[in-house]
T-cell receptor
Framework: DSGVTQTPKHLITATGQRVTLRCSPR?????VYWYQQSLDQGLQFLIQ???????AKGNILERFSAQQFPDLHSELNLSSLELGDSALYFC?????????????FGPGTRLTVL | AQTVTQSQPEMSVQEAETVTLSCTYD???????LFWYKQPPSRQMILVIR??????QNATENRFSVNFQKAAKSFSLKISDSQLGDAAMYFC??????????????FGQGTRLTINP
């Protein structure tokens, strides 16, 4: 158990819908990362937050947005869902922005868009 | 932009034997970190081993060791005395050493390792 929690574990929805994925980092970790793992794109970085502020953006679609709240949990919002958004979404956390710190991954949320 | 390439989509090894997974990367940075992550069927991402680019000594963690060739931009993972529990997808990953830079992990495509009993 990495200490990072993600809810829900599985999500099945229809095209055009909107969903919210939730991540609670390890106790004390300030930095949260979101990654998408899909069959065709592999593992890709989406976005990073550090202590409530956006730190870096990757290949995140405009239909996707995220935020980190004062209690440090983070939410990834996916809207106007398409079939291609079906993927495993990981959240990872680390204690600071230091590059040598290990990123601890949550168990992931499996999103299926029908 | 940094890229990571794993040229072996699948590998297999006999139990108790040794196997080496290959990884190459491309970067113009001099300070960075390299990682190997394991993803078993449970899908959990587990850190196997980490290498700091400024360290010449290759990292080792029990049965896992790396061969880090900085000039060649190569970072292979050696698993000794392979066990059935080592069966998983293995990802090589790169992370910039710049504190102000993006701290994202850049992953390779993965190598699926099968252990034959």
């Amino acid at each position: 158990d990495s200490g990072v929690t993600q809810t829900p574990k599985h999500l099945i929805t229809a095209t055009g819908q909107r969903v919210t994925l939730r991540c609670s980092p390890r106790s004390g970790d300030l930095s949260v990362y979101w990654y998408q793992q899909s069959l065709d794109q592999g593992l890709q970085f989406l976005i990073q937050y550090y202590n409530g502020e956006e730190r870096a953006k990757g290949n995140i679609l405009e239909r996707f947005s995220a935020q980190q709240f004062p209690d440090l949990h983070s939410e990834l919002n996916l809207s106007s869902l398409e079939l291609g958004d079906s993927a495993l979404y990981f959240c990872a956390s680390t204690s600071s922005g230091r590059p040598y710190n290990e990123q601890f991954f949550g168990p992931g949320t499996r999103l299926t868009v029908l | 932009a940094q890229t990571v390439t794993q040229s072996q989509p699948e590998m297999s090894v006999q139990e108790a034997e040794t196997v080496t997974l290959s990884c190459t990367y491309d970067t113009s940075e001099s300070d960075y970190y390299l990682f190997w992550y394991k993803q078993p069927p449970s899908r959990q991402m587990i850190l196997v081993i980490r290498q700091e680019a400024y360290k010449q000594q290759n990292a080792t963690e029990n049965r896992f060791s790396v061969n880090f060739q900085k000039a060649a931009k190569s970072f292979s993972l050696k698993i000794s005395d392979s066990q059935l529990g080592d069966a998983a997808m293995y990802f090589c990953a790169y992370r910039s050493g710049l504190i102000q830079g993006a701290q994202k992990l850049v992953f390779g495509q993965g190598t699926r390792l099968t252990i034959n009993p």
